[in-house]
């Protein structure tokens, strides 16, 4: 994971113009965190440095620092570098964006490749790490608790508080690091996941209500209509974890949350699986991608019908190819 020689590190030292990092649309904890801990590194560098999101700042990330500084996006604007982060290319931002040189730094497997001085590792276990090695290679001492408080926020959600399956020894390694840098993991757990709202407890009792089974229990899903986040004065990032519960279930391999979004016209999927279903697979098949046990994406379709029906195709298809592998 260390990295002795990173291109991107060259390119940013020697960077004259504007830079613009830019998120995916509806930023979780590793898309944000590994950004604004770039912007601010970059800004304390004499970096003319930007960040900027689609969707702006969810509310359970506002306490990161300076998320104040975060533009609204597409802003019309030229910048000389574009850099997306946590994505497998800049069609994730969800917008337009009138940049020079692209770059991309991600853990993603597969996605958009822009050259030389992109940063992809699938091995890392988040984004934020990748974000780690950067700053560790140009000037580890300019890491404040800003900065650290950013990137531990990154791989602290991406990694589930260091419980999933891409935590290991070097995953403590940087936390260690990080939290010597000034990080203070409990506070970070608690702005993070125990600041909900009334309303997305009436919106996971909702949900919950639209829980079902499939494959003789090999799958489970839930339901969010748009009309539940109106019902509760909620709205679409307030979904965010959600297919952890069905997830939750004994037995069950593969997790999904459907989420109408009928502005765009489409249903968002979130794929997870616990240990032998690789929903990359899955995803990838309808348009989307990610990790084998965290992956994601939009299905159009006429009907709620239709896009379950895609979605519960590929799921089946990739269960199948599963079995037969394992004869």
């Not at 104040?68 to 996006?73: F, G, R």
């Not at 974000?131 to 926020?153: G, M, N, V």
């Amino acid at each position: 994971m260390r990295k002795e020689s990173i291109p991107i590190v060259e390119l940013l030292k020697e960077a004259k113009g504007s830079i613009l990092i830019a998120t995916h649309e509806n930023p979780d904890g590793d898309a944000l965190g590994s950004g604004m801990a770039l912007y601010l590194f970059l800004k304390k560098k004499g970096k003319e440095a930007y960040i900027g999101s689609k969707d702006g700042v969810p509310h359970f990330l506002n306490f990161l620092p300076h998320t104040e500084e975060v533009i609204s996006l597409p802003d019309g604007r030229f910048y000389d570098i574009g850099i997306v982060v946590d994505s497998s290319g800049f069609f994730r931002v969800g917008t337009e964006l009138k940049v020079g040189k692209k770059i991309r730094i991600d853990h993603h497997v597969g996605g958009d490749f822009y050259g030389r001085h992109d940063l992809i590792d699938p091995k890392a276990p988040a984004t934020a790490s990748l974000i780690y090695e950067i700053i560790k290679a140009w000037d580890e001492s300019a890491i404040d608790k800003d900065i650290a408080t950013c990137i531990y926020t990154g791989l602290a959600t991406d990694t589930g508080f260091f419980k999933y399956s891409n935590t290991n020894e070097y995953t403590f390694e940087v936390a260690k690091r990080l939290v010597s840098f000034g990080a203070e993991p409990h506070y970070v757990y608690r702005m993070f996941s125990e600041r909900e709202s009334l309303g997305k407890m009436k919106l996971i009792s909702k949900v919950l209500d639209t829980l079902t089974l499939y494959e003789n229990g090999q799958v489970a899903g839930i339901t969010i209509l748009d009309r539940f986040f109106k019902e509760t004065g909620t709205t679409y990032e307030d979904s965010e974890g959600l297919v952890n519960y069905p997830r939750s279930i004994d037995g069950v391999e593969v997790a999904f949350a459907i989420i109408e979004k009928p502005e765009d016209g489409l249903w968002k999927v979130s794929l997870r699986s616990k240990l032998n279903v690789d929903v990359s697979k899955i995803a990838e098949r309808l348009g989307g991608g990610g990790h084998k046990y965290a992956s994601g994406c939009k299905i159009k379709a006429n009907s709620y019908e239709e896009a379950l029906e895609k979605l519960l195709g590929s799921i089946r298809q990739q269960l199948s190819m599963q079995e037969k592998a394992a004869v």
